[in-house]
């Protein structure tokens, strides 16, 4: 029932942001230098990350919560970042890399402490806490840069919640993901924004890390690993060479140009994360 009643309350509050977005004529500022198929979806109301991560809060909170509250201050921190991004970018100041960054590293440190209390990956506190961190500034601009594509994000992490699927933050998150994904299939009528990116970039991280699984996130999470790979050496191979190595970054931007369709990359990357998961999943104890 916690999937169910998050599913519904995330539909619906998703249809109130809607048109309060619409109301407000707050939409989504779409980059002119991205794919020029993208510029029709100027003005699509964005920020729907308040929708999804508030319906999977308010279940999450009704079922009692458990030992992972301290996991959802720090995904509403990352959110609550995101949406400061968003509207930044709304009103064309976005936030600059090192501020952003910033905030990360102090969210992650106090995670990261508290964390390091719950779980050891190394004989010692210190290279935790530094291990965590890093993961979890990774993660975030990894879900970030996946967020490109309707659709596309949202079903990635439906993928990498199912083996947590006996965690009510699991099934609740899961469920608003589902919830969200009624407006955000193609053509969205709402996107998550950095809001919702960054959130659960840092929510499924965390998860991984608090579920003693941290060593097997960057296979299951395959494809925003290779994301955010694409940029980096995007950004690096034309800094060095004035060339591009892909047709455009992040990585489902250059399969867009090399004529795929958006909802075949949603599909194709979506079976990618659905076989890395299985593997990684097999691999950690589960069942073959």
């Not at 935790?128 to 309707?150: E, Q």
Request: charged share 10%; no cysteine.
């Amino acid at each position: 029932m916690t999937l169910v009643a998050a599913a519904v309350l995330s539909w619906f509050l998703g249809g109130l942001w809607i048109a309060l977005m619409r109301s407000l004529r707050l939409g989504k500022q779409v980059r002119a230098e991205g794919p020029q198929s993208h510029l029709a979806k100027t003005g699509t109301p964005s920020m729907g990350g308040v929708s999804f991560l508030l319906a999977a809060a308010v279940v999450y909170g009704l079922q009692g919560g458990d030992t992972y509250a301290g996991l959802w201050l720090l995904g509403l921190g990352y959110a609550l970042l995101g949406l400061a991004d968003d509207l930044a970018g709304m009103m064309r100041r976005p936030l600059k890399a090192r501020e952003k960054l910033a905030v990360q590293v102090v969210m992650g440190l106090v995670f990261a402490v508290w964390a390091s209390g719950q779980v050891a990956y190394t004989p010692y506190p210190v290279l935790d806490v530094a291990l965590f961190v890093l993961v979890m500034i990774a993660a975030s601009n990894a879900f970030n840069f996946t967020d490109g594509v309707d659709g596309l994000l949202a079903s990635v992490t439906a993928v990498l919640l199912l083996p947590f699927q006996g965690l009510v933050l699991a099934q609740s998150l899961l469920g608003a993901l589902l919830g969200f994904l009624w407006h955000n299939a193609p053509k969205a009528r709402l996107f998550m924004g950095d809001t919702g990116s960054m959130g659960l970039g840092a929510l499924v991280a965390g998860l991984f890390i608090l579920e003693g699984k941290l060593w097997w996130l960057p296979l299951a999470a395959l494809i925003p690993v290779l994301e955010v790979l694409s940029v980096m050496i995007q950004v690096t191979y034309f800094r060095r060479t004035g060339r591009r190595v892909f047709k455009m970054s992040p990585l489902h931007h250059h399969f867009e140009l090399s004529g795929w369709e958006e909802s075949k990359v949603v599909f194709r990357f979506v079976v990618v994360t659905a076989l890395t998961t299985a593997l990684a999943y097999a691999l950690w104890g589960g069942p073959a």
